[in-house]
């Protein structure tokens, strides 16, 4: 024997009640013994209770909707039975549509719907899809029979959630199955007292429906149809990634099912349970999938995972009990529930200091209120003595469980739990687990939830994979090489580096483009031309932070001066930052400080390589000198490419003014190139090493020695300027004269010596490491401690879009190997 049960979704239209009745023939045409449990149409039950409380309320338009619910019926049977053979059920339905109707004309009249009234009328639901789907059965040549579980099903008379006697349940179950052989047709989710009068068994109650007939019976197996897979790793609508579980224990059932995993209800396994059922979790709609197998022993062979599931409750609200005068008082906790007992407040989950100073426990926020008044009741006279604080209510929280008996044999697995959470930003603000290691739970802030399903679910059950999520703005030259660098990348970090570079956002000044299941790398140009809408800075930002996605990684990739100010919200918000804009980290001291602090606060990476030289690892470097102990006693940089380039060039037969007409034809200079050669970006680099090794200098602070003559700076145009140069060659060729006769060459030097921040045209010799370079190279020499008798020297280009790009591309990967 076998007992199927189909819920809502499966019969909710005529082509699934099509596909019920192919799958209860394909059961048939094998030989199998069947019985089969159904549920109301998908939406009745809820439609029929809107209906009750608007009767109840005097609104005389629940005849609407009671008419369309009367339709939607009479649609089915239009689409499932023969023109000649409708008549009959049409009839059926109608009386029970009419006898409804009587019920809730009562129901307007006395405005009055009380539990026992309430659970009458959801029975029609059951009700009227199992009569429906028995004559459809009929129709087609199969020997079925309705069967009213009311008749079958005794209970007690706790109206809502009855309580199921089953000792006289069984034996009348038993007695009915003996006198037919016909399928039988069961109406899931209702039964009656033992007067007779219609009981519910509560949400969920078809399946616990299906389990009371299958246990019984004695059935070999219990299947629950559905319109997902079977049980999920997590809820495929918050975790796009979750896949189905093969085979399950009762326990872990139990434990995801209670955390909001809405697949299968707690209760209905609990029949199952005492006989040792099977139950299968299978698709109405894709019925040869193998679905989820739950028994009392899962079967680990193919699930080599700590874990077994994640599951979630959205919406709970935390209470909060904490008080000096609880420490050491025998029978605090023992008053505080039996009062949420009496009163019927349910509690989810409890989690008590050790000090006994406090006890928090989650109940269902709508219950929040209430349990305000019975514990301030219950503790008045602690309240008022100051032993007990006041009662506190945090709203607005979710709770997550890993579930999983893999947990018993793995070790680290509440650390990564915690780890993961904390890398994300993720508060954590309770926590409990059982002895039986079996459930994890932890209380997180709500707008959280969507994000820690995902990080949790990434690194329990694709441990093997890394994922990172990216915002980049500024999709010019840098950003756009950017992006095909990660284009032809992309196999390569997902077969050997085992990581996944989602690109989720795209900005530049004229368009942006949030799109959460990524954008293309190969046509990131079309879909933003296509899909993008006007940009708008503050609303793209607040949209990051709305998704807030696990890992997310804001890519600056201008030089704009706007764009820094929401570094921090965004840091704030658990989100790295990458930027080679050199804005952020050469302003304000403070505001320079305050970033650090924030990103380490957080958790998170703020990370600027490329603000100094490229790709070349200047900072990095900084930055394993200083965590191991060295001091630094010097530095000195060439940390301009154009000006590597001028200099590099200015030689004897060549006009100063030709080299830099040169290095602007080439792209080397900005487009006026005075900004270049006014040493302002060079005080900006020199000035973030400074802070790098722990000099606070103020942008003020650095020196800049001028290297243009007077004329040329206050030349009004680019031309006049460029005259200015050719006028001033004198000038210019006697700095070269002047260092060629001591045997040296000209070098545009940034220095940091004893706290002091330099930049100047200086002359260096032969064995000066800067005498040899060449072309637009950059060099930085470093005097430390450990590095006194023969500096530290990182030498290589240091412009560029492609050598940036990579530097940005290289901080990306940092994070990915922060994650683990």
């Not at 989650?362 to 219950?367: A, F, G, Q, V, Y």
């Not at 032993?387 to 697995?413: H, Q």
Request: include cysteine.
């Amino acid at each position: 024997m076998k007992v199927l049960k189909f819920g809502g979704t499966s019969v909710g239209t005529v082509d699934s009640i099509k596909q019920v009745i192919s799958i209860l023939e394909d059961n048939l045409a094998q030989g199998e013994r069947i019985a089969v449990v159904f549920s109301a149409m998908g939406g009745v039950t809820n439609r029929l209770i809107e209906i009750g409380r608007m009767a109840a309320a005097g609104n005389g338009e629940y005849l609407d909707l009671m008419k369309a619910v009367e339709e939607r019926h009479f649609t089915t049977i239009r689409g499932l039975i023969g023109v000649k053979s409708q008549s009959s059920t049409f009839a059926t339905v109608k009386g029970l549509v009419n006898e409804l109707e009587d019920l809730l004309r009562g129901v307007y009249l006395i405005r009055e719907l009380t539990p026992r009234t309430l659970d009458l009328i959801m029975s029609f639901g059951e009700r009227l899809s199992t009569t429906i789907i028995t004559e459809a059965l009929k129709h087609r040549g199969v020997a079925a029979e309705y069967c009213d579980a009311r008749l079958m099903v005794r209970t007690n008379a706790y109206f809502g959630m009855a309580e199921v006697d089953f000792a006289t349940t069984d034996r009348l179950i038993l007695e009915h199955f003996a006198k037919s052989s016909a399928l039988q047709c069961i109406t899931g989710f209702v039964s009656s007292t033992a007067d007779g009068i219609t009981t519910t068994l509560g949400r969920g109650g078809s399946d616990y429906t299906a389990s009371i007939f299958g246990a019984a019976l004695d059935a070999e197996v219990i299947e629950i149809w559905t319109d997902v897979d079977g049980m999920m790793t997590a809820d495929p609508r918050k975790v796009p990634n979750a896949f189905t579980i093969p085979s399950i224990s009762y326990a872990e059932a139990m434990e995801l099912s209670h955390f909001g995993a809405k697949v299968i209800y707690p209760p209905s396994l609990q029949p199952a349970f005492a006989k040792n059922i099977p139950l299968k979790v299978l698709n109405t709609f894709n019925r040869d999938f193998e679905g989820t197998l739950v028994s009392r022993t899962a079967n680990s062979k193919d699930y080599a995972y700590a874990i077994t599931g994640i599951s979630s409750i959205d919406d709970t609200a935390m209470v909060n009990v904490q008080g000096s005068g609880m420490i050491g008082v025998a029978g605090i906790s023992a008053r505080l529930f039996t009062a949420l007992s009496v009163n019927n407040i349910s509690v989810i989950l409890i989690s008590q200091a050790s000090s006994e100073h406090s006890i928090c426990f989650t109940i269902d926020p709508r219950n929040s209120d209430r349990a305000r008044e019975v514990l301030e009741k219950e503790f008045e006279a602690e309240i008022a003595t100051g032993d007990i604080d006041s009662i506190s209510i945090e709203k607005n929280v979710s709770i997550v469980a890993i579930v999983g008996e893999g947990m018993k044999k793995s070790t680290g697995v509440s650390g990564k739990l915690f780890s993961v959470l904390g890398k994300n930003g993720i508060n954590v603000i309770a926590t409990a687990q059982g002895s039986s290691e079996l459930n994890i739970s932890v209380v997180i802030s709500k707008n959280d939830l969507s994000k820690a399903l995902n990080a949790i679910h990434g690194v329990f059950f694709q441990s093997e994979t890394r994922s990172l999520n990216l915002f980049i703005v500024g999709v010019g030259l840098i950003g756009s090489t950017l992006l095909k660098q990660l284009c032809d990348q992309e196999k390569y970090l997902r077969t050997e580096k085992l990581l996944i570079v989602n690109v989720i956002g795209l900005s530049n000044t004229r368009r942006m483009l949030l799109y959460p299941e990524g954008v293309s790398l190969k046509d990131w140009r079309d879909q933003l031309a296509e899909q993008g809408v006007k940009t708008s800075l503050p609303a793209f930002v607040q949209r990051i932070k709305e998704l807030n996605l696990p890992n997310s990684v804001f890519v600056d990739c201008t030089s704009d001066k706007d764009i820094v100010r929401y570094y921090e919200t965004l840091l704030d918000a658990s989100i790295s930052v990458v930027t080679p804009n050199k804005v952020a980290n050469s302003g304000r001291y403070d505001e320079y400080l305050r970033l650090q602090r924030t990103a380490l606060q957080r958790g998170v990476k703020f990370l600027y390589e490329t603000n100094v030289g490229a790709g070349l690892p200047i900072i990095n470097t900084i930055q394993g000198l200083m965590a191991s102990g060295d001091k630094f006693l010097k530095i000195e940089a060439i940390v301009s490419g154009t000006l590597s380039y001028i200099f590099n060039n200015f030689k004897s037969g060549v006009r100063f003014v030709d080299v830099v007409r040169d290095a602007k034809a080439k792209g080397y200079t900005e487009p006026d190139p005075r900004d270049d050669l006014s040493g302002t970006d060079v005080a900006r680099k020199i000035l973030i090493l400074s802070r790098e090794v722990g000099v606070p200098l103020e942008p003020e602070d650095v020196s800049v020695a001028q290297l243009l003559p007077d004329n040329c700076l206050k030349a009004p145009s680019v031309e006049a300027f460029f005259a200015e140069l050719e006028a001033s060659n004198e000038y210019f060729e006697g700095l070269l004269a002047s260092a060629q006769a001591k045997g040296e060459v000209l070098r545009y030097i940034a220095t940091l010596e004893d706290g002091e921040a330099k930049v100047e045209l200086r002359t260096v010799g032969p064995q000066h490491p800067f005498y040899t370079l060449s072309g637009s190279d950059n060099i930085v020499s470093f005097t430390t401690e450990r590095y006194k008798d023969r500096p530290l020297v990182v030498k290589g280009p240091g412009a560029g879009a492609e050598v940036t790009a990579s530097g940005v591309f290289a901080d990306i990967m940092s994070i990915s190997s922060y994650l683990g």
